[in-house]
């Protein structure tokens, strides 16, 4: 697979996972009892995931990249990874807008 689909396929896994978490989250909640000492327990595993998953995708080829000795390869996957979650997140924001929510 090319470089530069590369970032494109890592950004948008980023998204993605994003929407099924919250998709997930939606459904859940109306299911989960209140009070409840798992709901804590349960944010705080999500946080520490979503802290990997987020990592993987962002940071593990780039690094992997760098100690390769492809600095500049590196930099630019990253960069390029940054950029296309960043448009993705603009996106959404203009659709949030649009709808007036």
């Known amino acids: 697979m090319k470089n530069i689909k590369k970032p494109i396929l890592h950004g948008l896994g980023a998204l993605a996972y994003i929407v099924l978490l919250v998709l997930g ?4 909640g109306p299911h989960i009892p209140e009070p409840s000492l798992l709901i804590p327990m349960v944010m705080l595993g999500l946080l520490v995931l979503s802290a990997l998953i987020m990592g993987f995708l962002f940071l593990y080829k780039p690094l992997t990249l760098y100690l ?9 996957f990253l960069v390029e990874t940054v950029a296309v979650f960043a448009v993705c997140v603009i996106v959404l924001i203009i659709i949030l807008l649009a709808l007036k929510l």
């Open 25 to 28: 989250a939606s459904w859940a």
């Open 68 to 76: 390769d000795g492809q600095k500049k390869e590196a930099l630019l």
